[in-house]
C-alpha cells in the first residue's frame, strides 16, 4: 500500500499543483467555496450575464496533451464535444477517460427499454451499450478508439468511494450490477485508494499538460467527486516530482440549477452562471464544423436522449464554457485523504 502524505505536505504540493490555475488572467477570489463533500446549496436568483466579450477565450499552452474525464458516456459531448473535435483536428495528443460506464441509470432501463424489475444482467447490458455509444460519438468528433479508456467505476457510488469505501479492505459494492469490482483490472476494487491509484497512474503515463475534469461545485455526486478524485490523484504526482510543471486544469459544469444559461432571443450561446462562487470562466467558440460533429455525437446517446432529451440538446451551443476554480477549493479538496 502506497504510503500517504501528510496533511501539511499534500496541501502544499496542491498549491503547487494549482499555481497556474490561479495564474490565468491574475484571477483573484473572493466568494467562499461550499464545503468539501456536499453539493452546494441551490443558489438564488442568478446574477445578469456579462457581456460575452467579457469571458475570455480559452487558450491552451502550445504543445498541449489534453486528458478529458467524464463521469458518464456522454458528459464528454455536452460538456466538451467542440473542445474535442477542435483537439482532434490539430492532432493534439489526446485521453478521454471514463469513470464509470453510466450503468446505473434505472430511468432509462424503464423508459427507454421497458424493463419494469431491472436485474443486474440489466444494469451491466446498460453499461455496455453506454460504451458503444461513447466510441460511436467519439468517433464523430475524431477521437480514435485507442485514446479512450473505460474505467468501469460504479456509476451513483463515486461519492461513497470518496466518503465510506476509501480502503482498500472496504470495497463498495454496486446496487445495480452487484458487482465490487471493475469488469477488467485484476485485484482492482470499488474503494477510493484504488480509483486513485488508476487515475494517477493515466496522468503519469500520458503526462498531460492539460487537465480537463467536472466542475467540483456539479450538484450530480458523480461529476462532482470525479473531480475530487482527479485533484486528489494530481496532487500526490505533484508532491512527488512526478508532474512538473503542473498541468493547467480546467473544469465544465452539467448539473446545476438554471444551467446552461441561455439568454434569449436565440438561446444558442451559453453565459456564464454569475452566482457560481469561486470561477472564472473562459470560452471556446464552435465553427460550424465542430458544432455539426458535437451534435452527431450526441445523436449516438439514444439511451440518454430518450429520458433526457430536452436538456442534452440545450448543450449544442455556438460555443462551450470552460472554469478555473479557485486553488483553495482544490488544495481543500486534495487534504481529505
Known sequence: MRRRLGGRRRALAAVALVAAVSAV????WLAPAPRVGTPPEPPGSAEPPPPASSVAPL????QARVVVFAPHPDDETVGVGGLLFRLAQGHTPL??????????????????????RPTDADYVALGELRQREALAALAHLGVARRDVRFLGFPDGGLAELWRAHWLRTH???SPYTKESSPPDPEGVGYDGQDL????????????PTVVVMPHPYDTHLD??????FVTEALSELEASGVLAPAPTVLT????????PVLPGPSFDREFPLGDLPDTRWSESELAPAALAAKRAA??????QLGVMNGFLRHFLCRNELFATVDPSVLVRIAAVH
Open 59 to 62: 487558450a491552451l499552452p502550445a
Open 223 to 228: 461529476h462532482a467527486h470525479t473531480s475530487y
Open 298 to 303: 450526441l445523436e449516438e446517446y439514444r439511451s
Open 252 to 259: 465544465y459544469l452539467v448539473h446545476h440549477p438554471r444551467w
Open 171 to 173: 470495497p463498495y459494492t
Open 196 to 207: 486513485t491509484s488508476i487515475v494517477s497512474g493515466i496522468l503519469r503515463d500520458f503526462g
Open 95 to 116: 485521453r478521454v477517460v471514463f469513470v464509470t460506464n453510466g450503468d446505473g441509470y434505472r430511468r432509462a432501463l424503464e423508459q427507454d427499454f421497458a424493463v419494469e
Open 25 to 28: 488572467g491574475g484571477l483573484r
